[in-house]
């Protein structure tokens, strides 16, 4: 069974640096298009970054050149945020469309993490 796992979150004080991890557990071929994304209280849930299996990137206005989203291999995306503000704050979710095999051959399906809690504050 495919899962995704986030790592990394917690508090951190304004101006300070996170790096979360998203890996992929059970049998899979690979990952295409991933990305995370972050829900606030009260909030909808909002894109953050995405990054395509050919490396191509794309960042939300509010985190752009203050975030790096990569693959750190096969099954691990990074999303490395620097320059933290207390608007970070939120539960971030990581999402990734897997490639797998079945009985028929490859198949690719969309999953998400169990969410992860940054909290920027002093």
């Known amino acids: 069974q495919v899962q995704l796992v986030e790592s990394g979150g917690g508090l951190v004080q304004p101006g300070g640096s996170l790096r979360l991890s998203c890996a992929a557990s059970g049998s899979i071929i690979g990952i295409n298009q991933a990305g995370w994304y972050r829900q606030a209280p009260g909030a909808q849930r909002e894109l953050v970054a995405t990054i395509t299996n050919g490396g191509r990137t794309n960042y939300a206005d509010s985190v752009k050149g203050r975030s790096t989203i990569s693959r750190d291999n096969a099954r691990t995306v990074i999303l490395q945020m620097n320059s933290l503000k207390p608007e970070d704050t939120a539960v971030y979710y990581c999402?990734?469309?897997?490639?797998?095999?079945?009985?028929?051959?490859?198949?690719?399906?969309?999953?998400w993490g169990q969410g992860i809690q940054v909290t920027v504050s002093s």
């Open positions: 999402n990734a469309n897997i490639r797998s095999l079945d009985r028929v051959g490859t198949r690719s399906d969309d999953y």
